[in-house]
Nanobody, 122 residues
C-alpha cells in the first residue's frame, strides 16, 4: 500500500513563509504528476500547484510568484514553498499524486494525503 503524508502546516503571520512537504511511502510504485490542492472554509477544493515527473509546473493565478512547487523523485516527495502569505491562503492543503503500481494489483490510482492546515493571520 502507498500513502501520502503531508507536513509543515501551521500558523504564520501575513507576509511570512511556510514550506509544506509530502512524502509517499510504500513500495512497488512510481509517481507521475504530484500536486497540491487546498480547501478553504466555505470554498471548493482548488488546485494550487502541480508538477510532472519531468519537472513541468503549473500554478493557480492566485499564487503565481509567491509559491514554488518542487519534487525529489528519488525520495518520492513533493514540496510547496509558500512566501508572502496572505490571509486568503488559509486552508487545508492536500497532497495529490498519480501513482502507477508495479505489483499486484497493478494499475493507476490517484492518491490523496490527509491534509495539513495552514492558517495565515492578518
Amino acid at each position: 500500500q502507498v500513502q501520502l503524508v503531508e507536513s509543515g502546516g501551521g500558523l504564520v503571520q501575513a507576509g511570512g513563509s511556510l514550506r509544506l512537504s509530502c512524502a509517499a511511502s510504500g513500495s512497488g510504485f512510481s509517481i507521475n504528476t504530484m500536486g497540491w490542492y487546498r480547501k478553504a472554509p466555505g470554498k471548493q477544493r482548488e488546485l494550487v500547484a502541480a508538477i510532472t515527473s519531468s519537472g513541468s509546473t503549473n500554478y493557480a493565478d492566485s499564487v503565481k510568484g509567491r509559491f514554488t512547487i518542487s519534487r525529489d523523485n528519488a525520495r518520492n516527495t513533493v514540496s510547496l514553498q509558500m512566501s508572502s502569505l496572505k490571509p486568503e491562503d488559509t486552508a487545508v492543503y492536500y497532497c495529490n499524486a498519480g501513482v502507477v503500481f508495479h505489483i499486484m494489483p497493478h494499475g493507476y490510482r490517484e492518491l490523496w494525503g490527509q491534509g495539513t492546515l495552514v492558517t495565515v493571520s492578518s
